[in-house]
């Protein structure tokens, strides 16, 4: 290393000092940074190893047409493991069905998508929040022990109409969701 202190005056113990400092903090420094390189590489590699393990798509053209989201489909399925899976659909400006019914203490499954923009799905005093990506299935579990009524505003800006843009969820309790799914294929609370 070149000695920059002026010819005439020997370096100082000051100055060995403050260089070794300076040394110090510029290894951290690049250790740092190697540090967060190798983060970056692994979270890559990590992640291309092993992608999101559901990915689902659903082509948003043909939604209503075939498949898990036509009309008929959507809403609450009693399963025969005595789980639930609900259904529903985004689109500019609601939620299909606009009233989600779900039994209380049971194992749920979300599954839902949007049939144009990006549209949010949260469900008010949970930490369910999901976002529904057009030509994605977004899928959640989930269980509600006390039958209520929760909110679910969508919470991803998508038009105009964006803010009148709210479903609702109804938890009853699992007996009456029982006896309701024995004589209905798709449940929901749309009146
Ligand atoms: Cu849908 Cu905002």
Redesign the pocket.
């Known amino acids: 290393m070149t000695d920059t202190t002026p010819l005439s005056s020997p370096p100082d113990a000051a100055a060995e000092r403050a260089e070794r400092v300076e040394h110090r903090w510029a290894t951290a420094a690049v250790a740092i940074l190697v540090l967060f390189v190798a983060l970056a590489t692994f979270a890559a590699l990590h992640l291309a190893a092993m992608p999101q393990s559901r990915v689902e798509t659903a082509d948003p053209i043909t939604l209503h047409l075939d498949g898990e989201f036509i009309d008929s489909n959507l809403g609450s399925a009693l399963e025969p493991d005595g789980s639930v899976i609900v259904r529903g659909i ?1 689109q ?2 609601s939620f299909t069905p606009s009233c989600m019914l779900i039994p209380n203490d049971t194992p749920i499954t979300f599954r839902a998508t949007s049939a144009d923009v990006v ?2 799905f949260l469900i008010t005093g949970t930490n369910i929040n999901l976002m529904l990506v057009p030509g994605y299935i977004s899928s959640l579990n989930a269980r509600f022990e006390t039958p209520g009524e929760r909110l679910m505003p ?1 919470h ?3 038009g105009v109409g ?1 803010e009148g ?1 709210w479903g609702r969820i109804k938890i009853v309790d699992k007996a009456v969701f029982a006896r309701l799914a024995a004589s209905r294929r798709r449940l929901s609370c749309v009146e």
């Open positions: 985004g500019q400006y549209h949010g969508c991803e800006f998508c964006h843009m």
